[in-house]
C-alpha cells in the first residue's frame, strides 16, 4: 500500500465505528411505515369542534355529516363516530384517526354522558392487549387514544360541572388538553380572565392534564421559550376558520367581522398556532409515549391483577372442591416414578387446564373495560 495512502487517515476517524447512523437508520424506517395517531374531540355542540380540526389538519372530515335541528340534538344520546384520513407530507405519511364525539352535553339530564367516551376508550386498551398477547405481534393496529381536546364554552363562568365530571373521570385514562373555544366572542382581557379561571378550577378540583415534558438543559433557547409559551397557553384560546379572507393583499384564514378580521393562524388573535405545532410538530410523539408507558401500562397491570386475582379464587375452589371428593388411586407409571412425583404432575396439568379457562372467560366477560 501507498504510504501516503496508509497517512491520510486521521487519528479520530481511526476510533469511528458507525452507530452514529443509527438515528438516521430509525427515522428513515419510521418514515417508510409511517404514523399513526388518534385524537379525540369532547365538548358540547356549537363550539365548533369540526371545524377545528379541519382548520388544524387541512382536510375536509365532515363533508357528509347531515346537521341536527334543536330538538334532535336534545334527544340525540352520545355516539362516537371515527374518521380516519391519510395525509403526506414531504414522503411523511401520517394516519390520522379523529374520534368525535356527537350529543355530548347536549341532553337535559347530562348525568354519565361521559361514560360512552370512557367505554371506548377501555375498548381500544383491550383490543391492544389482546394484540399484543396473541401469537401474531407482528402488525398490531395501534388505535388507542393519545390526546384528547376537551373544548369549554367561552360562555360561562368557568368550568362547568359536567366539564369537571368528564375530566376528573377520564384525565387518568387520555391525555386531555383543554382548549377554550370561539374566543372570537371574547375581547382579550375576558380570555385571560377565562384562561386564569380555567387554570384555577383544575388546580382546584386535581384534574390531571397533559404535562409538557421539560426541556432538556441542552436545548437551544428558541426551543425552550417555545416550550414555555405552550405552558403558559393553557387552555388553548382557539378560534377555527376554513373560510379564505384577504387581508392588506394578503389571503389568510380567518372571519370577518363588521368591526375587523379575525386571522386564525395569527398568534395575536388566538393560540391556534401553538395548539397545532404542539400536537404536530412537537409533542406528538411524547402524546403517543405518555398514552404507552403511563395510560396503558395501568390498565394492562389491572388486567393482569384481575386476571390473577380469578386464578387465585378459581385454585382456591378447585382445590376445596378435591379435597372434600373422594381421592381415588392412580395406577403407577410403571414403578418408575414415585408418588410425589405423581401428585407434581397432576397438580401441575390442573392449574394450566385452570388458566387457560380463566384467560378465556377474562377475554368473554372483559373485566378491564370497567
Given at each position: 500500500m501507498?504510504?501516503?495512502?496508509k497517512?491520510?487517515?486521521k487519528d479520530?476517524?481511526?476510533?469511528?465505528?458507525g452507530f452514529a447512523?443509527?438515528?438516521?437508520q430509525?427515522?428513515?424506517?419510521?418514515?417508510?411505515?409511517?404514523?399513526?395517531f388518534?385524537?379525540?374531540?369532547?365538548?358540547?355542540?356549537g363550539?365548533?369542534?369540526?371545524?377545528?380540526i379541519?382548520s388544524?389538519f387541512?382536510t375536509?372530515?365532515?363533508k357528509?355529516?347531515?346537521?341536527?335541528n334543536a330538538?334532535?340534538r336534545?334527544?340525540?344520546?352520545?355516539e362516537?363516530t371515527k374518521?380516519?384520513?391519510d395525509?403526506?407530507?414531504?414522503?411523511v405519511?401520517l394516519?390520522?384517526?379523529?374520534?368525535d364525539?356527537?350529543?355530548?352535553?347536549?341532553?337535559?339530564?347530562?348525568?354519565?354522558c361521559w361514560?360512552p367516551?370512557?367505554?371506548?376508550?377501555?375498548q381500544q386498551?383491550?383490543q391492544y392487549?389482546?394484540?399484543?398477547?396473541?401469537l401474531?405481534?407482528?402488525n398490531i393496529?395501534?388505535?388507542?387514544?393519545?390526546?384528547?381536546?376537551?373544548?369549554?364554552s367561552p360562555l360561562?363562568?368557568g368550568?362547568r360541572?359536567?366539564?369537571v365530571e368528564?375530566?376528573k373521570?377520564?384525565h387518568e385514562k387520555?391525555?386531555?388538553v383543554?382548549?377554550l373555544?370561539?374566543?372570537d366572542?371574547?375581547?382579550p382581557s375576558?380570555?385571560e380572565k377565562?384562561?386564569?379561571?380555567i387554570?384555577?378550577e383544575?388546580?382546584l378540583?386535581?384534574?390531571?392534564i397533559y404535562q409538557?415534558?421539560?426541556?432538556?438543559s441542552?436545548?437551544?433557547?428558541?426551543?425552550?421559550q417555545?416550550d414555555?409559551e405552550?405552558k403558559?397557553?393553557?387552555p388553548?384560546?382557539v378560534?377555527g376558520?376554513?373560510t379564505?379572507?384577504?387581508v392588506?393583499g394578503?389571503?389568510v384564514r380567518?372571519r370577518?367581522?363588521?368591526?375587523g378580521?379575525v386571522?386564525?393562524?395569527?398568534?395575536?388573535?388566538?393560540d391556534f398556532v401553538?395548539?397545532r405545532?404542539?400536537?404536530?410538530?412537537t409533542?406528538m410523539?411524547?402524546?403517543?409515549?405518555v398514552t404507552r408507558?403511563?395510560?396503558?401500562?395501568?390498565y394492562?397491570?389491572?388486567?393482569?391483577?384481575?386476571?390473577?386475582?380469578?386464578?387465585v379464587k378459581?385454585?382456591?375452589?378447585?382445590k376445596?372442591?378435591?379435597?372434600?371428593s373422594?381421592d381415588?388411586p392412580i395406577?403407577?407409571?410403571?414403578?418408575?416414578?414415585?408418588?410425589e412425583t405423581?401428585k407434581?404432575?397432576?397438580?401441575?396439568d390442573g392449574e394450566?387446564?385452570?388458566m387457560?379457562e380463566?384467560?378465556?372467560?377474562f377475554q368473554?366477560?372483559g373485566?378491564?373495560s370497567?
Open positions: 501507498d504510504n501516503g495512502l497517512h491520510t487517515m479520530e476517524d481511526k476510533d469511528y465505528v447512523t443509527l438515528p438516521n430509525v427515522q428513515r424506517k419510521s418514515v417508510k411505515k409511517g404514523f399513526d388518534t385524537l379525540m374531540v369532547a365538548g358540547e355542540s363550539l365548533g369542534k369540526s371545524t377545528m379541519n388544524l387541512l375536509d372530515l365532515y357528509d355529516r347531515m346537521l341536527l330538538e334532535e336534545i334527544s340525540q344520546t352520545v362516537i374518521h380516519t384520513v395525509i403526506e407530507e414531504k414522503g405519511k394516519r390520522l384517526n379523529i374520534v364525539t356527537p350529543g355530548f352535553g347536549d341532553a337535559i339530564n347530562n348525568s354519565e361514560k367516551l370512557v367505554d371506548y376508550i377501555n386498551f383491550e392487549f389482546r394484540d399484543e398477547s396473541g401474531n405481534r407482528k393496529q395501534d388505535n388507542r387514544v393519545h390526546c384528547c381536546l376537551y373544548f369549554i360561562g363562568h368550568l360541572p359536567v366539564d368528564f375530566m373521570v377520564l387520555v391525555n386531555l383543554p382548549v373555544a370561539k374566543t366572542t371574547l375581547i375576558e380570555v377565562m384562561k386564569t379561571k387554570r384555577e383544575i388546580e378540583y386535581g384534574i390531571k409538557f415534558p421539560d426541556c432538556d441542552d436545548e437551544d433557547e428558541d426551543f425552550k417555545q414555555t405552550l403558559q397557553s393553557i388553548f384560546a378560534i376558520s376554513n379564505v379572507v384577504e392588506n394578503k389571503r380567518g370577518l367581522y363588521p368591526w378580521i386571522e386564525v393562524e395569527n398568534s395575536q388573535h388566538c401553538k395548539l405545532n404542539m400536537l404536530i410538530r409533542h410523539q411524547d402524546l403517543k409515549d408507558e403511563t395510560h396503558y401500562e395501568n394492562r397491570a389491572q388486567c393482569i391483577q384481575s386476571m390473577t386475582c380469578m386464578v378459581e385454585r382456591n375452589r378447585n376445596l372442591t378435591r379435597e372434600s373422594t381415588f395406577p403407577a407409571m410403571s414403578g418408575v416414578l414415585d408418588s405423581e407434581l404432575i397432576r397438580e401441575t394450566l387446564r385452570w387457560q380463566m384467560l378465556q372467560r368473554a366477560c373485566h378491564c370497567h
